[in-house]
């Protein structure tokens, strides 16, 4: 499984990177490959100061070896060892009318010392960010996660969506850091979902992402925005920031497993403003962001 789910995310990549090369029609990711000294590596891939995109990360990795004593206390076991691999990538556009995206999908092993494997799940989705709401711009993205997940189990979308609200919450600012997506973790064999059924299940979640993204970012990039809206995105750009920082377990187990630190860190903006005591102004769009984003909409 290892292998088959490593080299889904080895095309995907190219297939991400591609297109949104394309829609950018300037600039160009710039890759770079990584060894971990404790055993594995990755492939990253950046793109910044294009015509659409201002700076994006399209990461994959495989990294193996012993569980760190951090992450053995945090996964409540003892000494094993482990394989992880994945695609994670962040999108921050120019644009304000356009959403910062986020995805990730990732297969996670663990074995005893004798090199059986004691566990094995999925974990993934995709979440949008948006700085200016457009109702149709997060109905479209939630409609065709509904329809990925809806092709395996009516169950997956309303609960993934659910746990999605959930976990992008910037508890100590009370709101969400985006209209959501979908996120699971800890998909495992059970009596009616094999393996084979989640990696089915993950890999349409994957192929969905460019479905999902690429037409809002073509209905956006080329609306006039003011100095004022650019201001207000770089102010969300910050909440984007304490997210990753202060609660993000992805960002958690890479520092803690010795990740590449570029790599981890790309998900973050290039320009970013912290104003003391920043207030929308009332009856403003900006306002209107807000208040969703304290109260999490149900979009489909």
């Known amino acids: 499984m290892k292998d088959q789910f490593y080299n889904y995310i080895q095309q995907l990549q190219d297939t991400i990177t591609a297109k949104l090369e394309s829609v950018d029609g300037k600039a160009k990711f710039q890759e770079n490959l990584w060894q971990r000294p404790e055993g594995g590596g990755g492939r990253t891939r950046v793109i910044q100061n294009g015509n659409v995109f201002e700076k994006g990360g399209v990461n994959i990795s495989a990294v193996h070896g012993e569980l760190p004593k951090s992450m053995q206390h945090y996964f409540g076991v003892g000494n094993v060892d482990f394989f992880a691999c994945g695609l994670s990538l962040v999108i921050h556009p120019k644009n304000p009318f356009v959403p910062t995206v986020h995805a990730n999908w990732r297969y996670f092993e663990m074995y005893d010392k004798e090199g059986q494997i004691v566990d094995q799940w999925f974990g993934g989705g995709q979440d949008l960010t948006p700085y200016y709401l457009f109702d149709e711009d997060a109905k479209h993205f939630h409609s065709v996660c509904k329809r990925a997940c809806d092709t395996h189990n009516p169950e997956f979308y309303p609960t993934y969506k659910k746990r999605c609200d959930e976990y992008f919450w910037n508890a100590h600012r009370n709101e969400a850091r985006g209209v959501g997506g979908l996120f699971f973790d800890y998909c495992k064999q059970t009596d009616t979902m094999h393996m084979e059924d989640w990696y089915q299940f993950v890999t349409e ?7 999902a993204y690429v037409p809002i970012v073509n209905r956006r990039k080329d609306l006039d925005y003011s100095q004022v809206q650019r201001d207000w995105q770089e102010i969300r750009r910050g909440r984007y920031v304490e997210f990753n920082l202060v609660h993000d377990k992805g960002t958690l187990f890479g520092l803690r497993t010795n990740g590449r630190i570029e790599s981890i860190l790309m998900s973050l903006p290039p320009h970013v403003q912290w104003r003391y005591d920043h207030q929308a102004e009332k009856g403003s769009e900006e306002e209107r962001l ?11």
Not at 205 to 211: A, H, R, Y
């Open 205 to 211: 979640v994957g192929d969905s992402f460019l479905e």
């Open 290 to 300: 807000i208040k969703v984003l304290m109260e999490p909409k149900q979009w489909v």
